[in-house]
């Protein structure tokens, strides 16, 4: 597994490392409006993922923020945001910034994406900080696994893989 920290202090992910060549694992999440989104509703388009701890946080508000302003640029590019965040949150922290190339995606159920990712963190029940993108053949195309959860993704390097991603 990655090893992450989350304010300096070691913290235990649960679930599988996903790697670059990977099949995507599946995952069941719940988008703003209550309903059920898989792996599969993306099917045929390249998917960045990002993973946040928290939409409620200034990192994780300046990493949606970021990969949304992204998002217009990228052709045939599906970004997704994943946290435990409830969707009710999700939804109103997306009105108040204007958040409409993203779609933002609760694992508070069922923990189902973090665990399938390996970025749950049992400690706290978060989802640790991660960009993953996923090509649109389901292939495992970028993986990162922040070494500290508190810190900034690399947002060129996972920007560079989508675009390259088929």
Not at 50 to 64: E, H, N, R
Not at 106 to 130: C, M, N, P, T, W
Request: hydrophobic share 45%.
């Amino acid at each position: 597994m990655a090893n992450v920290t989350f304010k300096g202090n070691p913290v235990t992910l649960v679930g599988n490392e996903v790697k670059v060549g990977d099949k995507a694992p599946d995952f069941k999440v719940l988008a703003n409006d209550l309903s059920e989104v898989t792996l599969a509703d993306t099917k045929g388009f390249v998917r960045l993922i990002s993973v946040v701890p928290s939409i409620d946080t200034g990192v994780c508000d300046a990493q949606t923020r970021r990969f949304n302003e992204e998002a217009a640029k990228l052709d045939n590019v599906k970004v997704l945001t994943v946290s435990v965040d409830l969707p009710f949150a999700q939804k109103r922290w997306c009105g108040a910034a204007g958040i409409e190339n993203v779609q933002m995606l609760s694992d508070h159920r069922d923990v189902s994406f973090g665990q399938a990712y390996g970025v749950l963190i049992k400690e706290l029940r978060l989802l640790a900080r991660a960009v993953f993108v996923i090509d649109s053949s389901d292939t495992v195309t970028y993986v990162e696994y922040v070494p500290e959860a508190t810190n900034h993704p690399n947002y060129e390097a996972a920007i560079e893989a989508a675009k390259a991603a088929k």
